[in-house]
């Protein structure tokens, strides 16, 4: 899921926004509270992959996200799907959505 990670977090910086940050001494941040993929065919070794990210849902507190995989022939190869919450954490022991 280490992909799906990466491309979340590309999607979010070309439009300004983090998974993380802090302001007035408080983190926020959207963790991961689920995470799936179904795979289609298999990836080859050296085989380039485009991930297409997609906001699939928006709740009140969450936001899920969808992830196409295709190969550089433009075959599909998987697609997966992460749900993170919105969260605030005042100190470390602490987090809450």
């Known amino acids: 899921f280490r992909f799906m990670e ?7 910086r070309a439009r300004g926004l983090s998974v993380s940050w802090r302001r007035d001494g408080v983190k926020w941040g ?6 799936t993929c179904d795979y289609a065919v298999p990836a080859r070794f050296e085989d ?3 991930i297409a990210v ?5 709740g009140r507190k969450s936001v899920g996200y969808r992830y196409d995989f295709t190969n550089q022939h433009g075959t599909p190869v998987a697609v997966g799907r992460i749900t993170a919450v919105f969260c605030r954490a005042a100190d470390p022991d602490q987090l809450e959505s």
């Open 6 to 12: 990466a491309a979340e977090t590309e999607f979010l």
């Open 30 to 35: 959207f963790p991961r509270v689920s995470a």
């Open 48 to 50: 380039v992959l485009t």
């Open 54 to 58: 997609t906001v699939e849902k928006m």
